[in-house]
């Protein structure tokens, strides 16, 4: 307690002597935090930020436009891989009941170590299959013993002593960062989230802490890019700009391009450690999953934000950290380390937003020019196929409509 006092005095004081130093000499370089969060708001409102020359702005504001479909909807999300529960917890003949996404699940490990995932409910007359047995590679209901492959089928019927024709509804599984993932459609059609910069690297990973957040996920997903919050919540005196880069349907990166802003002493210390841009980017997958890369130019640190929705819109979140393999005794040595300090950003960055996920009730209303990425971020999200909360089904006529664009959009771009 005393020494958080001390640390802010101490803030408090130095900010002053740089406050001093500015009246004395309005030119100097050197700014402090609260400079710079003064600057950076006018930065908000003057519109000297050359990434939105673009648009037709008529004041400090932006105009959101339109009426969002999914984004931050407490009954739909995007059809992709969400993760369902640890590796660690489905062990071979094991079977676990998952509620994911508002649809009730089994998933179990066979005799072989492959997962399977089935709909919860036994189609003969309801019993959760969760309270059956892993019979080698099938799952037998507790019921009335009737036995299904991996693939859904049911293989016996022992009061029939024949099988009638019974399939399951069975899902995707991947299993990858310790997590089992499901996909939420037919045919996985994008690949499990990955950090871009890694995507062909073998990797190791590390899950983090596993949390719940009182709002929805696609919310807590755009605190990576509220660039502005960078200086107010955190203290830290960047100046963040952001360029996006589309991967594919269902992900986009958003990446800072600027050498951090003005000559803070914060900034200065860390300007040798970048050749060019600060790095900091954000790759978002689904609108509920986000990679975070950040730190210097020799050490890269990947923090991945696994979220899912949970009932009326909150979340469910874990954290996995991700390093590239590095080869030899050098690397066994080295990545536990590099994980254990990717944990420490990772927690830096989720501390100080703890409060105001807990009572946020989002609504975008008067959007400033510095909130480009986060409306560029919403559209993304209203672009994708979109499914309704507990029946996965698809919502259909505005997924239609967004089909067609992209379609339109890919044509134009070819
Ligand atoms: S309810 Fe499963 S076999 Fe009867
Ligand atoms: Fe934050």
């Not at 002053?16 to 409102?45: D, E, G, V």
């Not at 062909?200 to 919310?219: A, M, Q, T, W, Y």
Request: include cysteine; glycine fraction near 6%.
């Amino acid at each position: 307690m005393h020494f958080a006092l001390y640390v802010l005095i101490l803030y408090v004081l130095i900010d002053f002597y740089f406050a001093q130093i500015s009246a004395i000499n309005p030119n100097t370089s050197i700014s402090s935090p609260t400079q710079l969060r003064k600057r950076h708001c006018q930065r908000c409102i003057s519109g000297n930020s050359g990434i939105l020359n673009d648009m037709s702005v008529k004041s400090q504001t932006i105009s959101l436009n339109r009426q969002t479909t999914t984004f931050n909807h407490p009954k739909r999300f995007i059809e992709g891989w969400y993760w369902a529960i640890p590796s660690r917890k489905v062990r071979r003949s094991q079977v676990k009941p998952v509620n994911l996404l508002g649809k009730e699940l089994v998933i179990y490990r066979g005799k072989d170590g492959k997962l399977a995932c089935f709909d919860a409910y036994c189609p003969h007359m309801g019993a959760h299959l969760a309270e059956g047995t892993v019979e080698g590679n099938g799952l037998r209901c507790l019921f009335h013993n009737w036995k299904f492959n991996a693939s859904g089928t049911c293989i016996d019927i022992p009061c029939l002593g024949k099988n009638i024709p019974i399939q399951l509804k069975t899902w995707h599984v991947q299993e990858k960062y310790g997590l089992i993932w499901v996909w939420t459609g037919d045919i996985p059609k994008q690949p499990l989230p990955f950090v871009p910069e890694l995507e062909n690297h073998r990797c190791d990973s590390l899950l983090g802490s596993h949390f719940e957040k009182n709002c929805h996920p696609n919310v807590v997903m755009i605190n990576a890019i509220d660039a502005h919050h960078f200086n107010t919540v955190h203290n830290l005196p960047l100046e963040i700009i952001f360029t996006k880069e589309q991967l594919n349907k269902n992900a986009i990166t958003f990446s800072n391009i600027t050498r951090g802003g003005e000559n803070s002493f914060f900034i200065r210390l860390i300007r040798p450690f970048y050749k060019n841009a600060v790095t900091y980017s954000m790759c978002y997958w689904y609108g509920s999953t986000g990679t975070v890369t950040v730190g210097p130019d020799f050490l890269h640190f990947h923090i991945m934000f696994a979220l899912r929705m949970t009932e009326n819109g909150k979340t469910e979140g874990q954290t996995i950290l991700i390093t590239k393999k590095r080869r030899g005794i050098l690397g066994w040595l080295l990545n536990p380390i590099v994980l254990w300090l990717t944990k420490m950003v990772g927690n830096y960055f989720a501390k100080g937003d703890t409060k105001i996920f807990k009572t946020i009730k989002f609504d975008l209303k008067t959007p400033l020019k510095v909130d480009h990425a986060i409306l560029q971020f919403i559209h993304h999200v209203d672009s994708q196929k979109t499914l309704a909360w507990g029946s996965w089904e698809l919502i259909e006529d505005r997924w239609k409509e967004e089909d067609r664009i992209w379609k339109l959009k890919g044509e134009a771009n070819d």
